[in-house]
């Protein structure tokens, strides 16, 4: 790509500098993962998952499966701490992998530190690319539908909860972002929306074009404007004035996904006492990467699950 943006100024998009090559090894997670091979470290990602999701199933209270729409694929998992009161904070999580990777059936982690301290966990399954495309499944227009119903189920189902928190991690920190922006009169129901935990996310989509990700997702540059929050959100209308925004990256994440959650930090309507906006906070989380991240939410005592238990019970 050229570099049109003259010299001697930072670039506001240095992605737009970047060599084909470069902006595809940036937005590679696996590739800046130091600890093991790219190979390596995707297949332990999911090894943890799936071994999560297993002693999550085996040992917890759950209701596996259940349809929060007619669509294919729109299910979550529920899994509940021992008390057989529905008043519980509940933690969505939305998985990674591109929007195209994935799935809800390898990615419990968090639930057993989650739920041991009072927390009901919902893991949400959506509709990856490329899919079969009647009725534009397997678009980010449809994940991001998607995302929104599963929502609105979980506070119809539980109205007396003590509070939705959303967590996303890579594309998935992207579709809950877009929760920010959700249109919630169209659900029939405002869901009690208390924290948002963004982990490593992507939040402005148009580099994802230019990248390999495209191929199965097939994004135009509208569709990626369309469905980017750091362009959107700066207008959008604050939810709650009690909910929390933490946009989180690891350390050994790549410079852009550096660069992309605080940006999106810095658009936010950030407040910290004053009533009537978000309270945001960035964390940079030391000797982590893409995947170690979220694995590491299998352990009560690491920093994010702490921070997470920490925004839930203040
Ligand atoms: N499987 C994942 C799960 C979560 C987040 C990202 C991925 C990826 O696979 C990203 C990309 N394909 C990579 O090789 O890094």
């Not at 470069?22 to 998952?49: D, K």
């Not at 998985?95 to 919902?122: C, I, R």
């Not at 995302?147 to 609105?152: E, I, L, N």
């Amino acid at each position: 790509m050229m570099d049109v943006s003259g010299v001697g100024f930072p670039s506001k998009v240095p992605w737009k500098k970047m060599s084909a090559e470069e902006l595809e090894n940036q937005y590679c997670p696996s590739r800046w993962v130091v600890r093991l091979g790219a190979e390596e470290a995707l297949r332990t990602y999911s090894q943890i998952g799936i071994e999560a999701t297993t002693r999550a199933r085996a040992t917890r209270k759950s209701l596996l499966h259940v349809p929060y729409g007619d669509g294919e694929g729109e299910k979550v998992d529920i899994y509940f701490p021992d008390e057989s009161s529905e008043a519980l904070p509940f933690f969505l999580f939305f998985h990674g992998g591109y929007w195209q990777s994935g799935s809800k059936d390898e990615s419990a982690f968090m639930v057993h530190p989650l739920t041991a301290q009072g927390v009901a966990v919902v893991i949400v399954a959506y509709g990856i690319a490329p899919k079969a495309h009647a009725l534009c499944a397997g678009t980010l227009d449809h994940m991001v539908d998607q995302v929104t119903r599963s929502v609105a189920f979980v506070q119809k189902r539980y109205p007396s909860n003590k509070g939705i928190y959303l967590c996303g991690h890579s594309a998935g920190a992207h579709l809950a972002a877009m929760m920010l922006l959700a249109d919630w009169t169209k659900h029939g129901v405002t869901p009690n929306l208390r924290g948002f935990f963004l982990v490593s996310g992507v939040f402005d989509l148009e580099p994802i074009v230019y990248t390999s990700q495209n191929v199965a997702l097939q994004l135009t540059l509208e569709d990626a404007q369309r469905n980017s929050p750091q362009l959107k959100v700066a207008q959008a209308q604050p939810v709650d004035p009690t909910c929390r925004v933490l946009v989180v990256v690891g350390q050994f994440d790549s410079p852009e996904f550096h660069r992309q959650s605080w940006e999106f930090y810095q658009v936010l309507p950030v407040q910290t006492l004053c009533q009537g906006e978000w309270k945001a906070s960035f964390e940079e989380l030391h000797d982590v990467d893409h995947f170690e991240i979220v694995e590491n939410l299998t352990q009560k005592d690491n920093v994010l699950t702490q921070i997470i238990l920490k925004t839930i019970f203040q």
